[in-house]
């Protein structure tokens, strides 16, 4: 069995998503993946980066950064020069979210997400992306509740988890440990309506299967049905409906 104890291949870690963390944020959300946990913020801005302006659209961007003892030891902070991990990791986290938002009703107004890393075990990437779904949709009901929108611009919520092959089993929500040890690693970040927004895949020591590639994905979308309404559960209980 794997860690916790009765965990089976297709079961997620202990996952929680607790909002309501920044007093200032017009959206937060604490998303924990086990022993991986995330703070997701989203900042709306009355403006959009000039090459967006006179559009009539808005723009929902995200900056991804691991805290310095986030991991075993300690890493420095991006201060000069973002790398290349966290820079593909910001596009990622921004273009799932851009999936879950009508930009043109919107309006010319930005969403800044911060998915900031307080502790990393595995799937760092995929937890920042669900946490920051709750908390986008948070701060476009607060822009709602402040009369800026008469609606909600929302389209579809969207989750993300780590799915990887080892020794033949499908295992779901990697931990650090199975991530570094799988035959293959993949991500999937899924929207409510079971739509593909984003697959990231590669075999880390042999090829897979048009089978292997099959099971993985129905792992992966099992996966994100149940981070779906781990989201919607936790929007309900802070008075949020999308």
């Not at 200032?24 to 009355?46: M, Q, R, Y």
């Amino acid at each position: 069995m794997r860690e916790p104890l009765n965990r089976t291949a297709l079961t997620l870690r202990p996952t929680t998503i607790e909002t309501g963390v920044n007093r200032f944020a017009e959206g937060s959300a604490l998303i924990k993946f086990g022993n991986t946990h995330v703070l997701c913020t989203a900042s709306v801005e009355e403006s959009v980066p000039g090459w967006m302006k006179g559009k009539g659209v808005g723009w929902v961007t995200a900056e991804y950064s691991m805290l310095p003892r986030s991991t075993h030891t300690r890493t420095k902070r991006d201060r000069e020069k973002v790398s290349g991990r966290t820079q593909e990791i910001q596009r990622l986290i921004g273009r799932a979210l851009r999936s879950c938002v009508n930009l043109e009703k919107l309006g010319e107004r930005s969403i800044m997400i911060d998915c900031d890393v307080l502790q990393a075990d595995g799937g760092t990437r995929t937890a920042s992306i669900t946490g920051a779904c709750v908390a986008l949709a948070l701060a476009l009901h607060k822009i709602v509740q402040d009369k800026k929108l008469s609606a909600l611009p929302w389209l579809d919520s969207v989750s993300a988890v780590s799915v990887g092959l080892k020794n033949g089993e499908v295992l779901v929500d990697l931990d650090y440990n199975e991530d570094s040890s799988c035959e293959v690693d993949m991500n999937f970040v899924v929207t409510g309506k079971s739509e593909l927004v984003e697959v990231q895949g590669t075999a880390e020591r042999k090829a897979f299967s048009r089978e292997d590639l099959n099971r993985l994905m129905d792992g992966g979308f099992k996966a994100c049905e149940e981070l779906k309404k781990l989201q919607l559960e936790a929007l309900l209980k802070a008075g949020v409906k999308i």
